[in-house]
């Protein structure tokens, strides 16, 4: 799931290298921190917040998929 956000982002962003994606297992759900470069911000976010948006929702379709069963949370970080 980790390599699956990071290929979701790297194509979007200017600067691939400098994202970083940190997992972290509770109990009952999944946290994906996101890191970009700066400038990248707007980019991954979008407007109004779509493309963030679209990211969890997407990370959310996989985590069903997979058959995790926790809840998956993509937190978007500077």
Known sequence: MKEFLE???KPLVENPDEVAV????NEDSIVYSL???QSDMGKVIGRQGRIAKAIRTLMKGAAKRVGEGKKVVVDILD
Request: aromatic share 0%; glycine share 0%; proline share 0%.
């Open 7 to 9: 290929a979701i982002v």
């Open 35 to 37: 890191r970009v470069a």
């Open 22 to 25: 940190t997992e972290t297992v």
